[in-house]
C-alpha cells in the first residue's frame, strides 16, 4: 500500500511531495520576500526579531539554519556571531538558496556558508552547532519528526533549538478573521503580485495541517531535547518553539 | 506564572552580565535551577549548560537539581551578600535538593557588578536612567521594598506633580 502525506488539503504519494514543495518555492523564490511583507503586513519581521532575541546565541557561536531560504535570519545570526563565528545558510530548494546568497551579498554579509540540503538528511556531523533555526519551513518538510530528530543530532549538549511557525490561535474571533483572510484573500494576492494563486493557495492549506503547539511541543520532547516551551505570537498564528539539548 | 517574554528579557539581561563581566559559569555546567518567588509572580527554571543561562517558565522534562524558593526581601539580602546558611537558618530560603548547586548561584549572582543606570542608559538614554535609577535604589536599600512600590504608588496618586 502506497504510503501518502498531505500537500495541503490533498494527499499525495509522500515521494511525491519533497517535489510538489519545490515546485511551490520555484515558482515565489523572487517574489518571497515582497509577499512576506505584504501577506503578514510586515509582522513577519517582528516575529523573526523575536526568534533571534530569544535564541540567546552569542558571539564565536555556530548556527545552523535550516530552510533558510531568502537569509533573513541567517543575517541576524551572522551579525550575533560575529567574526568567530560561523552561520550556515541552507535550504532544500535552490532557487530560495540563490536569493538567499543573493540578499546576503547585496547587503554586504560575508562569512555565511550557503548549503543546498534537506533538513530530513543533514550533512553536519553530530554536536557540530550551538543553535539550529527553521522558520517557516518545518510544515513543508514531508518527515517532520526526522527533521527534528536531526536537528537534535547536530545540536551540541546545550544547543538551542528554535521553530518559528504558523500555528494556532484559540481566539474565535481571530480565528475566523484568519480563515477569511487565508483563503479568500491571501491566494488572490499571490495572483496580482506573484502571478501564482495556487502557491498561496498552499500556503494557507498547509498552515491547517501542521501540527498545533501541544503537538509540536511533544515531538521536540520526543525526539531528545530535556526542554522545549512555546511562545505564542500574535495571538498563537505563529508560535516559536524553543528547545534545548539537555545532557 | 512569568509571560514568556519576560523570560527572554531575563535571560538577554543574565547572559549580557555574564558576557560583559567575564564571568565563569563551568561550575554550574548542566545544572537546572527551579527558582521561584512565594510574593511576586516569579516562577522560573535556569538551565546552566554550554556556557550560557536558559531562563524558561515551563517545559523541562528532566527533574531540577535544585528547587529554590524564597521571598523577594530575601533575594535582594542575598544579592547585597548575605550568607546563604544564615537565611536557611532563618528559614528564609526553603531549598530542596543540592544545596552545593543553590550555593554555587549564589556566588555567582554575587559576582555580578550590576550598575542598572548604565545598563538602562543603552535603550533610554542617560537622564531617564538616571532618575529610574533613583528610584529603584530607593526600592532596593528600602527595609520593605513591595510596601516601598505601594507608598511610591500613593504618592504618585496623591500627589502627580511631584514626579514630573
Not at chain 1, 514531508?142 to 551540541?156: A, G, S
Not at chain 2, 545598563?119 to 532618575?131: C, F, V
Request: glycine share 8%; proline share 2%.
Amino acid at each position: 500500500m502506497e504510503k501518502t502525506t498531505h500537500f495541503g488539503f490533498k494527499d499525495v504519494a509522500t515521494e511525491e511531495k519533497q517535489s510538489l514543495v519545490r515546485g511551490v518555492f520555484d515558482s515565489v523564490a523572487s517574489k518571497y520576500d515582497l509577499m512576506n511583507d505584504v501577506l503578514s503586513f510586515g509582522a513577519h519581521r517582528l516575529w523573526k526579531h523575536y526568534t533571534i532575541a530569544s535564541s540567546n546565541v552569542k558571539t564565536g557561536d555556530k548556527v545552523l539554519d535550516i530552510a533558510g531560504g531568502t537569509g533573513d535570519l541567517a543575517r541576524a545570526f551572522a551579525m550575533k556571531v560575529g567574526d568567530s563565528g560561523q552561520v550556515v545558510l541552507s535550504d532544500i530548494n535552490a532557487a530560495m538558496l540563490n536569493e538567499g546568497r543573493k540578499n546576503l551579498l547585496n547587503k554586504g554579509v560575508s562569512g555565511v556558508e550557503f548549503v543546498q540540503l534537506s533538513g530530513e538528511q543533514i550533512p553536519f556531523a553530530d554536536n557540530s552547532f550551538d543553535c539550529a533555526s527553521i522558520a517557516f519551513g518545518l510544515r513543508n518538510v514531508t518527515d517532520k519528526e526526522q527533521c527534528i530528530r536531526e536537528m537534535y543530532r547536530v545540536l551540541k549538549p546545550g544547543g538551542c533549538l528554535l521553530i518559528l511557525e504558523f500555528s494556532k490561535t484559540d481566539i474565535a474571533l481571530l480565528e475566523k478573521f484568519y480563515n477569511m483572510y487565508s483563503f479568500s484573500v491571501m491566494p488572490k494576492l499571490g495572483k496580482i503580485i506573484a502571478d501564482d494563486e495556487q502557491s498561496y493557495q498552499y500556503l494557507a492549506e498547509s498552515i491547517r495541517k501542521h501540527p498545533d503547539q501541544e503537538t509540536l511541543k511533544k515531538m521536540v520532547l520526543d525526539a531528545g531535547f530535556g526542554s522545549c516551551e512555546y511562545h505564542n505570537l500574535s495571538g498563537g498564528i505563529v508560535a516559536l518553539h524553543k528547545g534545548i539539548k539537555i545532557n | 506564572m512569568m509571560q514568556k517574554f519576560q523570560t527572554v528579557v531575563l535571560e538577554k539581561a543574565l547572559n549580557h552580565l555574564l558576557d560583559a563581566q567575564q564571568i565563569d559559569i563551568g561550575a554550574l555546567e548542566g545544572k537546572i535551577l527551579h527558582f521561584s518567588l512565594q510574593d511576586l509572580p516569579v516562577e522560573v527554571n535556569f538551565i546552566c549548560t554550554n556556557a550560557r543561562i536558559f531562563v524558561t517558565s515551563d517545559g523541562v522534562e528532566k527533574v531540577a537539581d535544585v528547587d529554590i524558593k524564597l521571598q523577594f526581601e530575601s533575594f535582594l539580602a542575598l544579592i547585597r551578600g548575605e550568607d546563604l546558611t544564615d537565611l536557611l537558618r532563618q528559614d528564609k530560603i526553603m531549598i530542596h535538593g543540592d544545596v552545593k548547586t543553590a550555593q554555587l548561584l549564589v556566588d555567582l549572582l554575587q559576582q555580578v557588578d550590576f550598575d542598572f543606570e548604565e545598563a538602562l542608559s543603552k535603550w533610554t538614554g542617560d537622564i531617564i536612567a538616571h532618575e529610574v535609577g533613583k528610584v529603584v535604589k530607593k526600592f532596593k536599600d528600602a527595609d520593605n521594598p513591595l510596601e516601598a512600590i505601594k507608598d511610591e504608588a500613593v504618592n504618585l496618586l496623591i500627589a502627580p506633580k511631584r514626579f514630573h
